[in-house]
C-alpha cells in the first residue's frame, strides 16, 4: 500500500463563517440542491453529524459514480476544519481509502478552501495525474457552485 497525497486551494469571495455552514454543516442538504448532476442525495447512516457519523452520498446521473460511503473524522467550527474518510463505494477503485481534510481560512473578505488529499492505495494500484487533475476540478467546481449559490441567496447561511 502506498499513500499519495495532493493539496488544492481554492480562493472564494464568501467569509469563511457562511462558508462553512453552507458547504460543511448543511452542505447534506446544499449539494444536491446546488449542483444535482454531481450528489443525488447525502444521508447520515449514522451519528448526528460530528465525528463518526457515517454518510452515504449518492452521485447523480452526471457523475461517472453511483455511491460512496464516508466517515467524517472531525468537525471543528471554530477553526473551520472538516475531515473525512471515504471508505466504501465505487470512487475507491484501487484504493483502500481515501482521507481528506478541508480548511476554510479567511483571506480579505473572503476566504481559502484548503483541501489534502491522502489516497491509500491497495497493493501496486497506482493513480495518474489525469485522474487527480480529475478529481480536483470537480471539487473545484462544487466549491465554485456554491459560491455562486451564495451570491445569488446573500441572506442564507448568515
Known sequence: MGVITHEQEVH?????????KAFVLDGDNLLPKVVPAAFSSIKV????????????ITFGEGSSYKTSKHVIDEV??????????????DTLIGLEKVKTTVKIEAHGSGSIIKSTSEYHTKGCHEITEEKIKEGKEKAKNIFKAVEA??????????
Do not use: M, Q, W
Request: glycine share 8%; with cysteine; charged share 25%.
Open 45 to 56: 447512516l449514522e451519528g448526528d453529524g460530528k465525528a463518526g457519523t457515517v454518510k452515504l
Open 12 to 20: 472564494s469571495s464568501i467569509p469563511p463563517e457562511r462558508l462553512f
Open 76 to 89: 471543528d467550527e471554530v477553526n473551520k476544519v472538516f475531515k473525512y474518510t471515504v471508505v466504501e463505494g
Open 149 to 158: 449559490h451564495l451570491h445569488a441567496h446573500p441572506h442564507e447561511y448568515c
